[in-house]
């Protein structure tokens, strides 16, 4: 059976309903609203978008972007595309939600369809949640599980981000993030980012004896939320020999980096990334089901598999068959479609364009796949992303001298020539409050229909 079929045969007949649609409103009359109703923890919106098709969205105003950020991260396939839609709507017409006192075929599917594309051993198993802040929670308690013979102490690097809940907070370094919920679940250090030696001392006897054992690494294989900085060749090798001479976990967090995002299904997987090992544990979330909220740990090997026993640990919505059928949807068309060898293509197009492009404000450009980071020579990346998002493009500042790009991995050459286009001419005043030059919008366009132009 392919992976795009529906696995429980025709679903039911489509029916009609009265669903009304939201009032019609401006940008500026829709974030008026927004300051009203949403809880202020994101600020107010740079835009109110209301559609999307393949890599373009579009606000309330009818102005078009070319999104470069895909919901950071998560629209792996773009917006409204026909196969997700599809498998989408036929789940929830057939069965949209059953408790996990019950089994459900997408979710059998799901579950041996990652284990497969791990290529994970015998006994490895799949624990379903709906994001990646819930994947690495589940995998904080695997660790607190795995603290006999006294280990006690988890390890994370300086600069991850693991989420924003109390246990994957407490995993996350970053101290604007962590001060205003302190005390947070204690036993985790902070070892130095892509520094072996300081992972060997956090291992060492010394630090044993003193502060306890270890019994779990958590690290991602690039940090995106710090600036989109990938681990050197042969620190996951240097991990993994540690951690499994201590009897610790070695976790790897995939949420921004799996699911074909750095140009192979996990960033591990690359020889000069992963240099063939094998972990303990891969939390994965964002792009798994193409925009839809999923997220999955897979557990490598009966030990880890079985850290976590009956009651131990749960879930509602985890693994629900709608949520299955978009990522088994999700996980299909990157195969079909040849995506990973799309997003390495178009990956080292922008990579190396946009480096080469001779702009002055531009320093380089670092990241693997479609998770780049175009690093400026000043700190004005905000007023680059306002300039970009002026022009049409969406991108992100993650950092004050950094701009991350994740688009769709179906993002085309030309699309990518575009974007060079944009960062070849994009200046910054050395005045911020001067006007910024505004280069030209994309030029090219999935439709013919001229009410979906840019204004």
């Not at 927004?34 to 969205?57: K, N, S």
């Not at 949640?129 to 690097?157: H, I, P, Q, Y």
């Not at 693994?319 to 195969?335: D, K, R």
């Not at 020539?417 to 001067?434: C, G, I, N, W």
């Amino acid at each position: 059976m392919s992976t795009l079929d529906h696995p429980t045969g025709a679903p039911a007949p489509a029916t009609t309903s009265a669903v009304t649609a939201p009032a019609s409103g401006s940008v500026a009359q829709w974030t008026d609203r927004y300051a009203h109703a949403v809880m202020d923890t994101f600020g107010p919106p740079q835009r109110v978008l209301v559609r999307g098709e393949g890599a373009y969205v579009w606000d309330a105003d009818g102005k078009r972007y070319l999104d470069l950020l895909a919901g950071i991260a998560v629209n792996a396939l773009g917006h409204a595309h026909p196969t997700l839609t599809a498998a989408v709507s036929a789940q929830l017409g057939t069965l949209g939600h059953v408790s996990n006192f019950f089994g459900t075929p997408t979710q059998i599917a799901l579950a041996e369809r990652l284990l497969a594309l791990a290529e994970a051993p015998e006994g490895s198993r799949v624990f379903f949640t709906n994001s990646g802040t819930e994947a690495n929670e589940a995998a904080f308690k695997m660790a607190r599980r795995n603290s006999d013979s006294g280990r006690t102490r988890v390890l994370a690097l300086q600069g991850g981000f693991h989420g924003r809940s109390m246990g994957a907070l407490a995993l996350t370094s970053k101290a604007a993030y962590r001060e205003p919920f302190e005390p947070l679940p204690g036993g985790v250090e902070f070892v130095a980012f892509d520094d072996v030696a300081a992972l060997e001392e956090a291992f060492s006897p010394a630090a044993v004896a003193e502060r306890g054992g270890v019994a779990a690494l958590v690290v991602e294989p690039v940090q995106g939320e710090a600036g989109v900085r990938s681990l050197s060749p042969g620190y996951l090798v240097a991990a993994r020999e540690l951690t499994a001479r201590h009897g610790a976990l070695l976790v790897l967090d995939e949420v921004q980096t799996g699911v074909g995002r750095t140009g192979s299904w996990f960033a591990y997987q690359q020889p000069e990334v992963g240099g063939g090992i094998v972990p303990d544990v891969v939390t994965l979330a964002k792009g798994l089901g193409g925009g839809f909220p999923v997220g999955a740990v897979v557990a490598y090997g009966e030990r880890a598999a079985t850290l976590l026993g009956r009651g131990q640990h749960g879930t509602t919505f985890g693994g629900n068959p709608v949520a299955a059928a978009a990522a088994l949807a999700t996980l299909g068309v990157i195969e079909r479609d040849g995506l990973l060898e799309n997003v390495r293509t178009v990956g080292a197009l922008l990579r190396e364009g946009i480096a080469g492009a001779g702009n002055p404000l531009v320093e380089g450009v670092r990241g693997r796949g479609l998770l780049l980071a175009v690093q400026l020579t000043r700190p004005v990346a905000a007023e680059v992303a306002r300039a970009a998002l002026d022009a049409g493009f969406v991108v992100n500042a993650v950092a004050p001298d950094a701009i991350r790009l994740a688009p769709p991995l179906i993002l085309t050459p030309d699309q990518a020539r575009d974007v060079v286009a944009f960062f070849a001419s994009v200046a910054v005043p050395e005045d911020p409050a001067a006007p910024t030059a505004a280069p030209t919008a994309p030029t090219t366009d999935p439709t013919t229909d001229p009410t979906t132009r840019s204004s």
